[in-house]
């Protein structure tokens, strides 16, 4: 007697939590259909991404190693529209991007010397806004994501620049430093970068994903700054392009 009624007793507090969370599905389809009504001002979304430096490099100091070179792009992004207007919104951004331009070790080297290493690297931290207008193309307004394009321009600080290099110890050099496989020398905030940077920027969104690409109008190098015979009067190239992906 005792076994059945703990049998009923387990049965009871089994359908009890059974009943509380069929509930919770309904008030999260609740908030779902909030933010996707078609008639919601404006909404918001995290996103991050990854891409890579594309375009032409006119820097005559060295040779830019565009498969290598990356982008990482971490932020967040709303969206407010105009009027009951449903395809024509205006937006803004606010991230985190870091990037690396990884320069070529060969003979026609000479940025910031015509020394080889193994790796060598020029990598920036930067703080960004962009504003932007979104034109929207299909016709399902009552989703939240759809296809759109969005056309507008960035600003950058970056708030910290580093020039790296790694060289692999010779074997005499392992012999005396035995307890490492490779030298790091980091250069921190060089003078020659740039600190504040603009352009523009494009994007496709289809769903939650995102093709975008970007185009730095200022360039990176201080144009009057004197670096021995270098002159920095050109520029690493200016493209970078990725995909973003909503969180």
């Given at each position: 007697m005792k076994t059945l009624s703990l049998l009923f007793g387990l049965l009871f507090c089994g359908l009890s939590l059974f009943a509380q969370e069929e509930k919770e599905p309904s008030k999260r389809f609740q908030e779902r259909l909030q933010q996707t009504d078609p008639?919601?001002?404006?909404?918001?979304?995290?996103?991050?991404?990854?891409?890579?430096?594309?375009?032409?490099?006119?820097?005559?100091?060295?040779?830019?190693?565009?498969?290598?070179?990356?982008?990482?792009?971490?932020?967040?992004r709303n969206l407010f529209k105009m009027g009951n207007t449903q395809w024509l919104s205006l937006g803004i951004s606010n991230y985190y991007r870091f990037q690396d331009y990884r320069l070529e070790q060969n003979e026609t080297k000479v940025f910031p010397s015509?020394?080889?290493?193994?790796?060598?690297?020029?990598?920036?931290?930067?703080?960004?806004?962009?504003?932007?207008?979104?034109?929207?193309?299909?016709?399902?307004?009552?989703?939240?994501?759809?296809?759109?394009?969005?056309?507008?321009?960035?600003?950058?600080?970056?708030?910290?620049?580093?020039?790296k290099v790694k060289v692999k110890p010779s074997d005499e050099e392992m012999e005396q430093w035995p307890f490492a496989r490779t030298s790091v020398t980091l250069h921190k905030g060089p003078d020659y970068l740039r600190r504040w940077h603009y352009g523009g920027v494009l994007r496709m969104n289809i769903r939650n994903l995102t093709f975008y690409g970007k185009y730095r109008l200022s360039n990176l190098f201080k144009s009057d700054f004197e670096f021995g015979e270098l002159a920095f009067d050109n520029d690493l190239p200016k493209i970078t392009a990725g995909i973003l992906l909503d969180l």
């Open positions: 008639n919601k001002k404006s909404t918001s979304t995290s996103f991050i991404g990854f891409g890579f430096v594309l375009g032409p490099n006119d820097f005559t100091g060295a040779d830019v190693m565009l498969g290598p070179s990356s982008d990482f792009i971490w932020g967040g015509s020394t080889l290493f193994d790796k060598e690297k020029i990598s920036t931290h930067a703080l960004g806004l962009d504003f932007f207008v979104r034109l929207r193309f299909d016709r399902r307004f009552e989703r939240r994501q759809g296809i759109d394009v969005d056309l507008g321009i960035f600003g950058e600080w970056y708030f910290a620049t580093r020039h």
